[in-house]
């Protein structure tokens, strides 16, 4: 008899949700320029109790909007 041995790595779940450090690392940009794109409604956040986190999709978004501004003054 034999037995099918799988190599089950640990999964890693990808974080969704980010704090505005973190999210302006991943963007690029410093903790400042997050904070101000944040105060002029360019890069959205979720409020979790009294921390302001970035979901994923709203970096993605934010990018998206970086890359058409590119585009347009091109």
Do not use: F, N, Q, W
């Not at 990808?14 to 690029?28: M, P, Q, S, T, W």
């Not at 105060?39 to 970035?54: D, E």
């Amino acid at each position: 008899m034999t037995t099918a041995v799988t190599d089950a790595a640990p999964t890693t779940v990808a974080r969704r949700l980010h704090c505005v450090e973190a999210a302006a690392e991943l963007i690029g940009v410093g903790r400042s320029t997050a904070y101000e794109e944040i105060r002029l409604g360019r890069l959205r956040t979720v409020r979790v109790g009294r921390r302001r986190l970035i979901p994923t999709e709203y970096i993605e978004e934010y990018i998206d909007l970086l890359k058409a501004e590119a585009t347009a003054a091109a």
